[in-house]
Structure formats: structure tokens, C-alpha cells
């Protein structure tokens, strides 16, 4: 036990400063202004990897340490899409994950928002869209926000959470009718 | 027959004398499988190709103490198209699910049993899972899409009450076709797809493509080019086992383990961008070489970095070590026997926390492995306690050989240009990835098109292996056991 505390102490707090006019750190000040300003509560993101290389997934993960810590920032990540205000999808879309990316967005309550992530969920990347996979995710759901790369940074994927929170001010989030993109 | 009757009837494989290649019968196919099965020899990989790739044939890799055989059983002659070429299920347990997989992609069929299909999921058509019945016995279904940050895939648990009896797995929902992709590449660009076949293994999927590449082209590679291609495989053997190693205590209830580790994973990855320009090096191993030299500036701070992951990690393992709770649900959960892990022909890290000392990099000693020597790290006890430990010894391991890379890697260039033959040819790469031995087979076309391209994963292998892993142990320990393998949906389904 004391050595685990030692090692909690002798770390310190690892998280990268917020404010100061740095790109990569504006976008987490803003991005919490958003949250607090729209949702006024934790934004919970649903992840779905829906055909990806796992390489996305990997740095939705680094979203998660101490350095990035975007828990700290109030965006939590969900189990369920039930609890979800906003699904961010990898991809390609595969034939086989089609139905279930469909239920997932079914399931997630209404006023919801989508980002594609990495170079496969904007437009099937390398993989394209032919037999087994469907390419983009915005093949199969609507999608607000696409967030490029192979596989894009956790700077960029903050950036594209907060774009999508942009956009649905610009929309109202309340907005209904967004039916499925087929 | 002992597997030296073969060598007569055997050629090098891309005039490599370590790869034996062997064109056979179908009742040899079947005795070759028996002869290296019984000479303790492994099968690595199984696939077959279709009329669009020349002739419909079925393969197999095999690694023994004499290096590595490759057979080839062609399906175009006298014998109908549902003929069924000979199962080796029964030598290999694994080999079903890749005989099946045969059966979806190219229509050949083996005369083993199963015939449900595993990576195509048919519209409409239910998958009969196999029903265990008596009192008190349900069923779980979870999946495909979990409840983390991880990939697709369906398990069906059936439990008397927190008891796992039996589970089945389901895979095949991130299958996006890739073998069928890669024909549509110039061999000279196929690195980038191989690299994309499972993310967290990008430089031993494009090492093993480039090796299978150069080597049927002939090409010779600088050795700087070589030493600087090892560094990235050994940086990314750091990396997952970081990732895993935090995961693993948070699994278990450690959330300080994630902290810790996910951090020294970032400070290796951000390392790994100043050196190679990706955080993964997905574009990094090039045919001929890689794809730009090291910077000095970055040597520098990578070995720095490495001496910091080193001391810090001794530390947390001291911790995990001493912490009832972890020491709690790592020991005795999860456990694969050494006998067993034989059988199931369990590989990489996973097997040799079973027992089960192989290693390409020490087997093979490719270059440039042959000078590097690493130690193979192991285990016997085969439970989540063992596949911990050896990612603590291989972590450590793997930072001494990127360190001593970095001191003594080799002047000359890191790239030379290699051209296509005028002929059509073929070759197999193999690389030690931080999950296991990745292998890829590649036929090329005069000219440089490719005609066939193979990628094998070693989750292969091993996913079977965590259906045997749960047995008898309860239900919440699963993603416990289930990360402390770590395989690789995409990999698999390919």
C-alpha cells in the first residue's frame, strides 16, 4: 500500500495543462465550455467499433489516460448506447456489423449524435467499399461529424466530439425526423 | 515416416534452404500434417485459393525444429470440385475453424465435420450454437457489440449460475474481405493493407509481408534497414504489453494499474512518433527497407523514454506483486495446462505462459535476430498470473533489445529499391508479433500485381484455447481471462 501510494505521489498530476492559446489544448477548453453550455451534465459517448483494424480503438483508448484524462473533461464512456448521448463509430461497416450498428443507433435515445472515426469510417479507407465492406459508416447511419485519419490522433478525435457538439447547436439538438440513412 | 523422408521431395522456397516447400497429394497432405505433428512440429497457418489466383489449391504453413515446410494441395485435377480434401482437425484442434473459413471464402471443403459457416454470416440464417442442457443450466449471449472499447464478436455462455459449463464463440463480424483486397494492390503498396490487418500489430503484419516480398524477389535488404525494423517490432511489443499490463489491473479491480501503465504507454507511443512520424507505424515498413531513417535527435530521446518504462515498471511490478486482491484474481484463473496448451497447439505469448517455448525470433533467427539473440521468455503455470509475468519479462526484454539497437545500429542506408521479376512467384514471411507468429503468404505476378495474399493472425490459434480458458471458472472473471490473451477480432476475421 505504501509503495502504491509513493508511486500515486511521486507521478503527480500527468494531465496536460488546460487553457493557454495551444491548439491541441484549446479544443479541450472549448470542448468542456460545450458540454457544460448544451448538455449542462457529462456527455456519455458510446463507442462501436463496427469492422476497424482496432487501430481507432486504440487511441479512443489513449482518450482515456492520465495525460489526455477526458474523463476529466466530463465526457464518459457508456456500456450501453441506452446511456448514450453521442456513438462514436470506427470502420469500415462489414456486412456481418451492419444490423448491429443499426440497433445500436436505435437504441440510443434521441437527441443523439454520431461520429465516424478514422479514414475506414469516413469513406471505408483502405479496406473500400466493395464486397464484405459497406465503407463508411454514413452508408448505414446518419452521421454528424467524421474525424479522418489512420488512425486519427486523440487530439483530432476531441476536435471531432467537439465539432459534432457544434453541430448540433447549429441544428437545435432537439430536432427530430433523422431518420435512417440507407 | 519421420519428417526427413520429405526433404527429397521438397524444394527452398524462394531459394531460402530454412523454407521447404512441397507440392502433395491429398493423402500425403494428410501425412505430412501426421509426420509434423508427430516430430512436435506446429502448424502455423492453413489457406486455400481459388481459380483467380492461377489454380484452386489448399496450403499449409508448418514450423519444426528444421525450419519452417510449406504444402500445397492443388484441387484442379481429376477429383470434382465437392470433393473434399482431408481434415487435420483432429492433429490440430484450431485447424476447423481455418478449414471452414476455406469453405466460405474459397468453396473448398475438408472432410471434417463442422460445416457451419465462420467468417461469412449468411442473412437470415441462425447459427446453430451447440446447446447444453440439464438443470439450472442457461445461456448468456453477449455480443457482438461489448460493452468496452474493444472489438466485435459474439460469446454464448452457458453457466449454472456464476459458473461457466461451456462457451462458444462466434466470430466473423469485422471480416472485410481483405484477402479479396489485396489483388486489387501493386505488391510494392500491399505493406500498407497487410499493416491494416490488425492495427495494434501494423509492423509485424507489414514486416512479415515485406519479408514474403523481398525474398521471392530476390531483393537483399541493408542491415541498417534490417536493425531499424526490429526496433519498431520490439517498440511495439513495449506498447501493447503496457496496454495490456494497465488493463489487465484495472480488470481486476486495480484501477491505479491503468492509470500508471496507460501512461507509460502514451510517453512510448509519443516516442514512437518522434522516431518513425506515426504513433503506430502503420507506413513505416516499406518493400526494400523503411520508409525514412531515424532521426539522431529521436534515438536519443527513445532510449531515454525506454530507461524510464524500465524503472518504472519494476516498480509497479513490485506492487502488483505484493497486492492480495490482484495476486487474488490473477492466480489460478483462466488456466490453459502446458498438456493442454500442446494439444491446442496454444502460440506466442499466451502459449509460452503454458509451457510452450516457441519463438520465431529465437527459432528462426531471422536477421536481424541472429545478432541480437533474445532471451524467450516463459512460464508453466498457463493461468492470467503466468501471461502477466511474461509480459512483464518480454517487456523488459524487448526494451534491452530496442536499446541495444539503438546503440549499435548499423551505418548504410535504411531503403534500397527493389524491382519485380519477370516471372510469377511466390513466398512466405513469418515475424514473432507481440501476440505471436505472424505469417504471410504472397504470389506475385511478372510485373509486381499481386495475385494472392494470405495474412495470418495468431489469434487464430489461441481463440479456441480461451473457450477451454473459462471452463469451471465464474462468469465476471471473463474479460479478466479474455484480456489476458488479447487477441485480435480483426486479425482473425480479416
Redesign the interface.
Known sequence: MLKTLRQIRRTGIVTEPMPAPDDALRIRAALERRILGILGRALAVRMVDAGSCNGCELEVHALTNPIYNIEGLGVHFVASPRHADLLLVSGPVTVAMREPLLRVYEATPDPKLVVAIGDCGCDGGIFGCRGPSLGAVANVIPVDVAVPGCPPSPNRLLAGILAALDASAALDVGQEGRGRAE | MTLKTWLAASAPLAEDPAIRYLRVGAEEWRRLAEDVAASGGRLLALWGQDATAGHPAVFAAYHTAAGLWVGELRRDGPESADDPYPGVQDLYPFAGRMQRAIRDLQGLRSTDPDLRPWL??PPGEAYEFVRVEGDGVHEIPVG??H??????GHFRFSVVGEKVLRLEERL???????E??FV?FDALDGC??AA?????S?VAFSWAYCIALESQWRARIPRRALWLRALALELERVANHL?DLGALGNDAGFA?GL??F??L??LV?RATETAFGQ??P?DWVVPGGVARDLPAAAAAALDRCLADVVAESA??R??YD??AGVRDRFTGTGTIAPELAARLGLAGLAGRASGQAHDLRADLRYAPYEELRPAVCGAVAGDVAARVAVRFDELLESCRLARRILAGLPAGDSRVAIVPPASDEFGIGAVEGWRGPVLVALATAAGGRIRRCHPHDPSWQNWPAIEHAVIDNIVPDFPLINKSFNL???GHDS
Open positions: 461469412r454470416h457482438p457489440v460493452a468496452g472499447i474493444i472489438e466485435p466473423g463480424y469485422v471480416h472485410k474481405g481483405i479479396q483486397r486489387e500498407r493493407l491494416r490487418v490488425s492495427g495494434d501494423a496496454g491505479f492509470a500508471q496507460s501512461r504507454k502514451e507511443l504513433r503506430y502503420m516498480v509497479l513490485g506492487i505484493e497486492h485480435s477480432y480483426s
